[in-house]
């Protein structure tokens, strides 16, 4: 989009749609007149009444051929006259129509970002005019975090694009209809949408002869920026995606793209920027026509499949794969799922029964991938587990299938998670970890992992419990799986991914460890979390307890799951703040699990830092400032409301516990920490931090801060403050125990 002129935000919203209007009733008056001489009506004269006089007339000499065609063809010119009127109508109206309701959308936004302290300049430019520094400046108030700026700017985007998109195609359509001046021709489009499918099929013939006769392989930069701005154009377009890619055929598809990326064209760094772009709008425009269900495009995906084990012709010497061309297009844009899952088994089969599940010999010499990092060598499985991140339906199919026959089967997930025996033998040097944490995240979470505004899935119908059922049952799995740190050390890159999926089921995390020695059936540890109202899962507390160990000792993971932990820990105090005691045991489980995951942070600081005091020093110090900043980010529990920093790591939708807010049932967190750790710039100075125990007072701080809001606003005495103080301190010590492995303070 950023290639292409758009509207500005100036130019749409002081668009005078008054002139469009007038001409629309200007039109739909011209063609009523049209018609009206044209096929006749009111007891008229009409050109239709004269054509039909002209061939029962009785002609002889001349007449009999010249006039009567002469008739005949006049005839038909106000037909066609009348036929473009109505077209013409038909584009101005969709146009005004459409134009109003972009122009509203757009005011929408702006009123609602304002209210966020977000400003929209005119020329799109998004500005911050939220409160700066840290939050103990401005408490109650959460910062605007460049996710959310982010976020509005890809809203306005969105906005601008789309109402340009509309002017671009009555443009186009109506030059189409004009392009004779001497003559009508009647076959116009009669509106924006039956004027867009034409475009997109004419655009696609005409870039399909390019391909077919082979002129692509010698396209210069020009020639590729015209390819890539009709991508651009029509990659949501079904008439020119089925068109183009089932014209050229599945073969001719994967050729495409295998010579254009090799031919990385004049030695200067325009070409694989240019090439990184036409990478990403095809596989949109891919996976665009993969929801085609004409005979031709289930047949073109068929085709796509059988190509996958076989070498690609145009390859010399042929070494690269139909899969690994095709995986590589599918890293943008959602592909449909019955695809996904026929992909993806046909992949994994071929692997273990032809590779023997080694990743190794994937590697080809040919670049397939924009920007190259020279990671990745052609491995068709990080493509194709991109692709299941944007889809959760397939992501969750997908992982749970099995493949193998007899004591080798297993499902997916074992296959790419770590089955000793018969899982996946991942290539050396590869980032393909990350896809398969997008994988996950997806399959667990029930949304895209890049979702910007992420939101957990219904439970309402049979299926949708079914399916929540499935998601919780995958992320025990996984949670079983990463309590291995053996694995995670194999999977560098994973532990994001890992968090995020914490994050999303911090519900049944907490309901796990509220278990200590079996007793949770005894104090009604079910109806205290609404395992049944939520659809919870025990995880088993051993297995959480070393995940999270795990997974914390990363920073931007200890983030993600330290905010999650916060909203969910908040939404269970206030759900229960009718009760006091049972508020202040809720605030006590929370403390516990913050202290669980603190420690396994310091901990991870204390033993990478142990040799280098000053590093140490630095670490701690910017884990303190994140804990206090995080003190201050949730606020308003006794009533009911929840706030937090949008999402800077990721956005995750945590659950929280059911008419804590309202009919809420989810929240968005992440944070923006580094942001504020940027601007105030941490130094080693007589002011920082220098021990572990000052950076747990911070998180002491940080976790008993909805405890300390509910105590307020509940008006504790001083004797019920001293005695929950106590507790929270207990807690918190106590979590801090489960992950303690004594390494700390060496």
Do not use: C
Not at 603 to 627: G, P
Not at 648 to 655: D, K, L, R, S, Y
Request: glycine fraction near 8%; aromatic fraction near 6%.
């Amino acid at each position: 989009m950023a290639d292409i002129a758009t509207l500005t935000v100036e130019e749409l919203r002081h668009l005078r749609l008054g002139t469009l209007n007038e001409a629309v009733t200007n039109w739909r008056v011209m063609a009523d007149k049209l018609n009206k001489l044209a096929t006749g009506g009111s007891g008229d004269v009409s050109a239709r009444d004269l054509e039909s006089k002209a061939k029962a007339a009785d002609w002889e000499g001349v007449n009999a051929t010249v006039s009567r065609e002469f008739v005949t063809k006049t005839a038909k010119q106000f037909e066609d006259a009348a036929a473009e009127a109505k077209d013409v109508l038909g584009i101005l109206s969709d146009l005004a129509s459409q134009m109003a309701k972009h122009k509203e959308s757009l005011e929408t936004a702006i009123s609602e970002l304002r209210g966020q302290h977000i400003l929209v300049l005119g020329d799109g430019t998004i500005v911050n005019s939220g409160p700066k520094g840290p939050p103990k400046e401005h408490l109650g108030t959460a910062k605007v975090s460049q996710e959310s700026l982010e976020a509005a700017k890809a809203r306005i985007t969105r906005i601008l694009w789309e109402a340009t998109e509309a002017d671009r195609i009555a443009r186009d359509a109506l030059r189409a209809i004009m392009k004779d001046q001497h003559d009508f021709s009647g076959a116009g489009a009669g509106s924006l949408k039956e004027a867009d499918m034409r475009q997109g099929r004419e655009q696609a013939e005409k870039w399909k002869k390019d391909i077919l006769s082979g002129d692509y392989k010698r396209w210069n930069d020009a020639e590729l920026e015209a390819f890539n701005r009709s991508l651009v154009l029509h990659r949501d377009n079904p008439a020119f995606t089925e068109t183009f890619f089932t014209g050229i055929g599945a073969d001719q598809t994967l050729q495409m793209w295998l010579e254009i990326a090799s031919n990385d064209g004049p030695a200067d760094e325009d070409r694989p920027k240019l090439l990184a772009k036409i990478q990403d709008n095809l596989s949109m425009s891919l996976a665009n026509a993969s929801y085609g269900d004409s005979p031709a495009v289930e047949q073109w995906k068929k085709d796509l499949i059988t190509a996958g084990p076989r070498y690609v012709s145009g390859d010399p010497p042929a070494v690269t794969t139909g899969f690994q061309v095709m995986s590589s297009l599918m890293q943008k844009g959602r592909f449909e799922s019955a695809f996904l899952h026929d992909y993806g088994t046909a992949l994994v089969t071929h692997e273990r029964e032809k590779l023997r599940g080694s990743g190794e010999p994937w590697s080809s010499g040919a670049t397939l991938n924009y920007p190259d990092n020279g990671k990745n060598p052609n491995d068709p499985m990080a493509g194709f587990l991109e692709a299941l991140g944007h889809n959760p339906e397939a992501s969750l199919d997908f992982l749970n299938q099995e493949t193998g026959e007899g004591d080798k089967r297993i499902s997916n997930f074992e296959y790419l998670v770590g089955n000793e025996e018969h899982g996946r033998k991942w290539p050396e040097d590869t980032d393909g970890f990350d896809n398969l944490g997008h994988a996950l995240e997806s399959a667990t979470l029930g949304y895209a992992y890049d979702s910007k505004e992420p939101v957990i899935p219904p439970v309402e119908t049979l299926d949708q419990i079914t399916t929540r059922s499935e998601r919780t049952a995958l992320a025990m799995d996984v949670v079983g799986a990463y309590a291995d740190p053996e694995l995670l050390e194999k999977q560098q890159g994973i532990e994001g991914s890992l968090a995020r999926v914490a994050a999303g089921h911090m519900d049944s995390i907490n309901y796990t460890m509220a278990d200590w020695g079996s007793m949770g059936d005894a104090g009604n540890r079910d109806g205290f979390y609404g395992k049944n109202e939520a659809y919870l899962r025990d995880f088993g507390e051993g297995d959480t307890i070393a995940f999270l160990r795990n997974v914390a000792a990363d920073e931007g993971a200890h983030q993600t799951l330290s905010q999650a932990q916060q909203i969910y820990g908040t939404s269970l105090i206030a759900a229960h703040s009718d009760n006091q005691e049972d508020a202040l045991h809720a605030g006590g489980q929370s403390v516990r699990m913050h202290g669980l995951i603190d420690e396994a942070r310091l901990e991870a600081i204390a033993s990478e830092f142990s040799d280098e005091e000053t590093k140490r020093n630095k670490e701690l110090e910017k884990q303190a400032a994140w804990v206090e900043f995080g003190a201050g980010a949730l606020v308003g529990v006794g009533t009911g409301l929840v706030t937090a920093p949008t999402a800077g790591v990721g956005a995750v939708a945590v659950p929280i516990v059911a008419d804590t807010v309202g009919s809420a049932v989810e929240t968005v967190v992440g944070n923006h920490m580094m942001d504020w750790l940027e601007e105030n710039e941490y130094k080693n100075d007589a002011a920082s931090i220098k021990s572990l125990d000052e950076a747990r007072v911070a998180g002491s701080n940080n976790a008993t801060a909805p405890v300390r809001e509910y105590m307020e606003q509940h008006g504790l005495t001083e004797r019920e403050t001293r005695a929950a103080t106590k507790e929270m301190e207990r807690a918190y010590n106590d979590g801090r125990a489960l992950t303690d492995t004594d390494n700390a303070e060496k």
